[in-house]
Nanobody, 111 residues
Framework: VQLQASGGGSVQPGGSLRLGCVASGKMFAIMGWYRQGPGNQREMVAVITLAGEKYGDSVKGRFTIHRDCAKNAVYLQMNSLKPEDTAVYYC?????????WGKGTLVTVSS
């Protein structure tokens, strides 16, 4: 199983970025994004399942997660970015209770 993430980079406050993650090897019912900022624990950003989407409180209304099942991919559109969104973002996929993680991609929000 591999999770290949793309996107990330540096952006000014108020800007937008889009992260993508393509999974290979298995089809996952649950996919999502987590992040870990400087000095912080890893936290859930957004998760998407067959039942719907769930967002962390700090990103609600600004971030949107969606899936492309044909590509076995998940995307995270991040708008109105804030300096506190600066973190390493990790793609996650869960199958039957087992978690798989992609390599992190750094998002830096700074003026």
């Amino acid at each position: 199983v591999q999770l290949q993430a793309s996107g990330g980079g540096s952006v000014q406050p108020g800007g937008s970025l889009r992260l993508g993650c393509v999974a290979s090897g298995k089809m996952f019912a649950i996919m999502g994004w987590y992040r870990q900022g400087p000095g912080n624990q890893r936290e859930m950003v957004a998760v998407i399942t067959l039942a719907g989407e769930k967002y962390g409180d700090s990103v609600k209304g600004r971030f949107t997660i969606h899936r492309d099942c044909a590509k076995n991919a998940v995307y995270l559109q991040m708008n109105s970015l804030k300096p506190e969104d600066t973190a390493v973002y990790y793609c996650n996929a869960n199958l039957e209770g087992k978690n798989y993680w992609g390599k992190g991609t750094l998002v830096t929000v700074s003026s």
